[in-house]
């Protein structure tokens, strides 16, 4: 099994981190917003491109930034720092798209999501896992799979099934600033 | 070598469903009276491949059920038995319970068995019926055809062997001769043949060639039981052939008198036996399980034809069972029936005991596996068929009388396993290969012209090009037509179901099939299944009239509902047409106005059209008792909704007395939607063309406000309410007002709205992409596609935007009021 160096030096990352062996961790993408490092499981990452201008969808909410055609097949584009209450930037070519494939009633989904950049890939075990902190009553955790130290870094793991379940978006405004407080 | 079977259970299933159809509507056009082979031989061959799939796949439930379904029909083919019209009402539901079973099996869950055995039953009755088997036959046969009896005791070499041979009727007719199987036998030993000649019809009935004889053959000599049965081999498929040794010469059976300790069972059932859901032939197969049996009919109780009725049985039997049998297996056999028949059970001929079994007295140690089952009263056609049940006991291969029952199961789900298929005609595949090869000679033209290209070649890539672009266009057709399927795959369910409604609401009614062949889109077809459906069912329920009505009506008795089909432009066109009652507008409206979809001033106002369209609102039935065929007020709307999701289109007229059309247009296909490209703004929406009526510069003096909200304006003699798309989507418009924009003039549920847009942009064909698989419906939004540039476009829903701007049919109709008195007022200024 060849890897890549950088994979190779996140697995550096991972055991520093108190991870075990490659084979029993998951492997999590991540990518920063507004100076936070949150993850995604790597399984349900499709691809990673630049931002481009989508089709704005009428009266859809604010997050919904449109659908591109990602080679023949519509994909809504959600920016996630809106989500997360954050201030909205300005789109650049080299703003990141992250598609991900997410699973919901009606089977699965693809949709982008727009982050500030993608970091790394970690090497994650369940056991480093801490449960997500309570939030305050107004947020459910149930978006957050957990938390993990990484290098004395907070990274926050998503639960994409439920944070991307466009029927039912749950109020995420003030998650940033709760996820301020307990950094 | 072992083949994975079920990689073809799809196709089997398929096929046979597909049989199923065939044969549903072969039946129905059969005509009792006047038999039509090729009729026949069409349900016969959609029978037989039935059986021979399931056979193969081991669905041996659907195969023996076939089986006797195929005997019977063969019967019928052959010209050796006529048909009634019950006997097609009992094919009929065969057809559905094979449907029933196929199903099942196609979702993997167990078949429910009890039907299909109760049809079973009813057929196999029929088949015996006629078999010229006589009546009194004393039928030892405790197996199938081929019984290997216990030898007796053989003391010396000579065995007496009994053989009872009843040829089915047309075993001279594939050339086998009993005569030479007789003359072969008395080469084994002494043979005594005697004829039974019960089964011989009344001269006139007689046909020349069939054979009607059954012979009892006794023959002495040393001859093993394999010679006999050799002497059988070639009709042993065609005939009843039973095989017994035994040591007294004279084996006529015809004295009840048992030989030793065999029993005497005397059983004269209650005529009502039958409706308590009790089958004497299941008691005689229990009783063979025990021990061998002979039964004896008595059919001195049979009254004549005339006084007969279908659900009684009039017979009693006698019957002989060896003594291997005990008296508990017997009791317990006849414990279900104690009660409603006299039974004299006796043990020998010296031990007399009479006993009516008292079922509560009977021990049952054993579990009872043989509870009542369901009732074959209804199934049990003819009377006279009773009359020889006994003689058809082959009881082993019977899985019934083990078989708990099993409770009655959910209604069939939908298969989880299904995929659908489709079947393409081959003229359909060549064309798309001659697509393929055009498209790969241009493709390789314009290859060799991309590797040294000068500017001097410029002509004939433009012609490459043009070229390129003809086949792409001849492929699209071609493979469109791939998923067309002609419209009767839709319309063919509905002969049955109009005969079957009109024969429940005691009514007559002709259906008619017009344009069967017209082409549909598959997905299309699908969907306009159920709303068709309903409104089919609505015609016979609420349109056509009682025989009676009708002739008061001065009409025919009889109604017709003729279903239509035809192309028009790019639609297809399905028309519902009764000549029935037809609305009632006075009713309606009443209605209306009672659940408060009208006021009751516009009532006066609204065309007899805009009265009909009610019927498509919700909640709106103007049956007045609810039945189960049709008028619980769930419908119409669905309907439209239903057909309004597929971009088409329902109205309706009606004339009150004479009757209602139903017109559905539909897009030929669903992928492709022809569009009027439009910009609003920095965003491009497409107009699906279907609804597109005009479009048009709107001039300042054609338009007014009415009510400070909602603006109108004047195209020709007509006030069309205005949308600002830009408002109702949000978005940045070239121009605000709406004074001097375009409008493009639309056509939604009968009714016209102007849009206001910036820019018309060119008309093109669009491959739809559906928005909700990735994200989720969007209100005023049916789609998206992608244009030539690689950018999404939004494909508009006329009824949601209609809607998303609050334009309902009550406010619409104020609007025009208001805007006919505003716009007078105006004129006197």
Known sequence: MTLNPEIQSTEGLASEAGTSAVDDGNQYLTFFMAGEEYGVDILCVQEIRGWESATPIPNAPPNIKGVINLRGTIVPIIDLRQCFGLDAIEYSPVTVVIVLKVQSENGSRVMGIVVDAVSDVYNLSVEDMRAAPDLGDSIDTAFIKGLVNVNDRMVILLELDKLLNLDDMPDLSSVSSAIKTIN | MSIDLSQFHQVFFEESFEGLDAMETALMELDPSDIDSETINTIFRAAHSIKGGSATFGFSIVAEFTHVLETLLDEVRAGNRGIS?????????????????????????????????????????????????????????????????????????????????????????????????????????????????????????????????????????????????????????????????????????????????????????????????????????????????????????????????SEACYLSWSLQLSEAATREQIDEAFEWVADESDILIQAGESEVEQQTVDASAVETEAPVNQPPEEPVVAEVPEPTEIQSQPVEVKPPADPKPVQAPTPAKPAAKKASTESSSIRVGIDKIDSLINMVGELVITQSMLGQLGTDFEMSHMPKLLEGLSQLEQNTRELQESVMRI???????????????????????????????????????????????????????????????????????????????????????????????????????????????????????????????????????????????????????????????????????????????????????????????????????????????????????????????????????????????????????????????????????????????????????????????????????????????????????????????????????????????????????????
């Not at chain 2, 007395?657 to 492709?672: C, D, E, K, M």
């Not at chain 2, 107009?687 to 195209?715: I, R, T, W, Y």
């Open chain 2, 85 to 309: 019209q019950d006997d097609v009402d009992l094919f009929l539901q065969s057809v559905d319970c094979l449907r029933e079973l196929l199903t099942a099996l196609q979702a993997e869950e167990e078949p429910d068995s009890q039907q299909s055995e109760t049809l079973k039953t009813a057929f196999e009755a029929i088949l015996n019926g006629e078999t010229p088997a006589p009546a009194d036959t004393p039928d030892t046969a405790a197996e199938s055809e081929m019984v290997l009896a216990e030898p007796a005791s053989t003391d010396d070499d000579t065995t007496v062997w009994n053989i009872r041979f009843i040829p089915y009727r047309d075993v001279l007719r594939t050339g086998n001769e009993p005569l030479r199987m007789f003359r072969e036998l008395s080469d084994l030993g002494e043979v005594k043949v005697q004829a039974l000649v019960d089964g011989v019809p009344a001269f006139p009935q007689m046909e020349p060639e069939a054979c009607y004889l059954g012979w009892q053959i006794s023959c002495t000599g040393n001859a093993s039981r394999a010679d006999i049965e050799e002497v059988f081999e070639w009709v042993a498929d065609e005939s009843e052939i039973v095989i017994s040794e035994g040591a007294a010469s004279d084996s006529q059976g015809q004295s009840s008198a048992a030989a030793g300790n065999d029993w005497c069972i005397q059983f004269k059932p209650n005529a009502d036996i039958l409706r308590t859901g009790n089958e004497p032939l299941r008691i005689f197969r229990e009783l063979a399980d025990a021990g061998q049996i002979r039964a004896e009919v008595d059919v001195s109780n049979v009254p004549a034809w005339s006084q007969l009725d």
């Open chain 2, 483 to 829: 998923r067309m399927l002609p419209i009767s795959f839709a319309f063919n369910r509905f002969p049955r179901m109009v005969r079957d409604l009109s024969r429940r609401l005691n009514k007559n009614i002709d259906l008619v099939l017009v344009g069967e062949q017209t082409e549909l889109d598959k997905t299309v077809m699908e969907k306009i299944g159920d709303p068709l459906v309903h409104l089919v069912r609505n015609s016979v329920d609420h349109g056509i009239e009682s025989p009676q009505e009708r002739l008061a009506a001065g009409k025919s008795e009889t109604g017709e509902i003729v279903l239509n089909a035809y192309h028009q432009g790019g639609n297809v066109v399905i028309e519902i047409t009764d000549d029935g009652k037809g609305l009632n507008r006075e009713k309606l409206l009443s209605k209306a106005i009672e659940n408060g979809l009208v006021a009751e001033s516009d009532a006066a106002a609204m065309s007899d059209d805009q009265v009909h369209d009610l019927i498509f609102q919700p909640g709106f039935s103007t049956a007045k008792e609810v039945s189960d065929v049709s008028g619980r007020g769930v419908g119409m709307d669905v309907v439209r909704r239903n057909i309004q999701e597929l971009n088409g289109s329902v109205e309706i007229t009606s004339k009150e007395g004479q009757g209602s059309r139903i017109t559905i247009r539909l897009p030929l296909t669903l992928a492709i939607l022809d569009g009027q490209l439009v910009r609003v703004g920095t965003h491009t929406y497409i107009f699906p063309l279907v609804s597109v009526v005009e479009s048009m510069q709107n001039h300042q003096d054609m338009m007014s406000n009415v009510a400070g909200s909602c603006d109108v304006f004047k195209l020709r003699d007509e006030y069309v309410p205005v949308i600002r798309l830009f408002e109702i989507f949000g978005i940045e418009p070239d121009n605000q007002m709406v004074d001097d924009s375009l409008l493009v003039v639309v056509e939604c549920d009968g009714e016209k709205v102007g849009i206001v847009v910036d820019e018309l942009e060119a008309q093109q064909q669009v491959v739809i992409k559906s928005l909700e698989q990735n994200y989720r419906r969007v209100e005023g939004i049916s789609g998206a596609t992608i244009l030539g540039d690689g950018t999404v476009a939004l494909i508009l829903d006329i009824p949601g935007l209609v809607k998303l701007a609050g334009i309902n049919h009550q406010m619409r109709s104020r609007v025009m009021n208001l805007a006919g008195s505003h716009q007078s007022v105006q004129h006197m200024a």
